[in-house]
DNA sequence: ATAGCAGTTGATAATAATTATTATTTAGGA
DNA sequence: TCCTAAATAATAATTATTATCAACTGCTAT
């Protein structure tokens, strides 16, 4: 937590109240939020905070690095502090992440991908569908 | 051409001037196009044509699988015809998208999934870069 | 052929998610 | 403490898409 405020400062963004409390919700969070919850989170500890700051703060932090912002198949977007290179097998119950340990860009599919010549910016693996708690939900 | 006609005629659905426009832009072109470059096409053909009509068109055949939407990290959606399950290269210069013959859905990484009891509902896997031709463009 | 009707369309309003604008405020260095 | 660039709140604007609804049209059965 200190260390993502002195990320910020460190490259001269000023640490201010409403960025320390957008920061607190995301780190309070193992679930990958969308910015309306975001938002609704930190309206619950300072109501006067805008909208419109939860998302020019969250553009500032994807884009510098410290969290990331997920583009579900549908439905907004959603965000989760960065914690190094990761994919997640989504929940379309609960909504919750679940670490998945590997990348698909490697081995075979790296190789291939390679010899195409063709230069990778950025890739995206998501996986959507529900995990076992809300698989038995289900059934009930 | 003829092929996705019946498909749709088959269930149950007409086969329209507007719905024919739509299919013959999809299938003369083999870029990822969104909506709105879809219905700026289709405008060229027969200019009275609706965004409505495009939009709902194409949500309904992307639902009975005669297309594909693709959600891209952003922009709006893309859509092209499909050709069975794929993975894509997009460039991010020229919008191509290059077919990527391998699914990540396999193997190690299908059975650390299965193993831990998450139902899998979807799967994206996207690539975004520069072709070669665009590489080549950057250069000059 | 043609009548009938479900399916479809065009026009447009509405919505959802996000970004831009702008006057005001503030964090952090001099 | 003062100053200034950066940040904020409020809100308008934008973008992408969906909903609404009256009018129209493929298709099927007569």
New binding site residues.
């Given amino acids: 937590m200190t260390g993502l405020l002195n990320k910020?400062?460190a490259r001269?963004?000023?640490?201010?109240?409403?960025?320390r409390i957008i920061l607190q919700v995301l780190s309070d969070s193992d679930k990958h939020l969308?910015?309306?919850e975001i938002a609704d989170k930190v309206k619950q500890i300072?109501p006067?905070?805008?909208?419109?700051?939860v998302?020019?703060?969250?553009?500032?932090l994807a884009e510098i690095g410290i969290l990331s912002r997920l583009n579900l198949h549908e439905?907004?977007?959603r965000y989760e502090l960065n914690q190094g290179h990761n994919h997640h097998l989504v929940c379309l119950g609960c909504g919750n992440a679940i670490k998945l340990g590997v990348c698909p860009m490697q081995g075979e599919i790296k190789k291939i991908i390679e010899e195409s010549g063709f230069e990778v910016d950025s890739h995206h693996f998501e996986i959507t569908g529900y995990c076992q708690k809300c698989q038995a939900r289900q059934k009930l």
């Fill in positions: 910020l400062s001269g963004y000023k640490i201010t109240p409403q960025r969308s910015a309306e300072e006067g905070i805008s909208v419109a700051t998302y020019r703060n969250l553009n500032l439905g907004p977007a």
